[in-house]
T-cell receptor, first 113, second 111 residues
């Protein structure tokens, strides 16, 4: 079975450029999460969706970050404009229902120079 | 709000040593508890979980028991291997569909 699929796996971009990260959750899962991992802050929940609807975006650091889930099988996290401090690993994760196991993708490793 | 506290690393052990990584939590209600493992360059993988008090989760020789009286979920393994070197995250899953992670503990096992 395919797990959570993220793309790109690695991206290096210049400051000021737009970055779009993509995620395909596990088929049938109705909850989707975006996390950011850095050495300084560890794992941070940015936003999560339930049935394609954003439920909690309080972790989104600022207006430069936006996330969408147009359908049950696709989500994007966009950073515009990007800054060097956005360099991190961004993980997408999905789960079937409340209190069920959350499965993570392999992450998108972003470097903004 | 909910929180998870785990011991800071790195934890460095020799192969075949006994491992304990402490994890305590603060939460209202009855959360589910998890240990995730992250190998270098990879995403997080579920290692084990427990959904109610006194449950023991186990996988790949690792164990953790949900202790409500001490609000703890310590990870143990009797004999670690070099391949166990990774970062281990304790987490809780509570009402509201949110997974709260601890800061992670890096384990380094030397041959």
């Amino acid at each position: 079975d395919a797990g959570v699929i993220q793309s790109p796996r690695h991206e290096v971009t210049e400051m000021g450029q737009e970055v779009t990260l993509r995620c395909k959750p596990i088929s049938g899962h109705n909850s989707l999460f975006w996390y950011r991992q850095t050495m300084m802050r560890g794992l941070e929940l940015l936003i999560y969706f339930n049935n394609n609807v954003p439920i909690d975006d309080s972790g989104m650091p600022e207006d430069r970050f936006s996330a969408k889930m147009p359908n049950a099988s696709f989500s994007t996290l966009k950073i515009q404009p990007s800054e060097p401090r956005d360099s991190a690993v961004y993980f997408c994760a999905s789960s079937l229902a409340e209190r069920s196991t959350i499965y993570f993708g392999e992450g998108s490793w972003l470097t903004v120079v | 709000g909910d929180s998870v506290t785990q011991m800071e690393g790195p934890v460095t052990l020799s192969e075949e040593a006994f491992l304990t990584i402490n994890c305590t939590y603060t939460a209202t209600g009855y959360p589910s508890l998890f240990w995730y493992v992250q190998y270098p360059g990879e995403g997080l993988q579920l290692l084990l979980k427990a959904t109610k008090a006194d449950d023991k989760g186990s996988n790949k020789g690792f164990e953790a028991t949900y202790r409500k009286e001490t609000t703890s979920f310590h990870l143990e393994k009797g004999s670690v291997q070099v391949s166990d070197s990774a970062v281990y995250f304790c987490a809780l899953y509570n009402a509201g569909n949110m997974l709260t992670f601890g800061g992670g503990t890096r384990l380094m096992v030397k041959p």
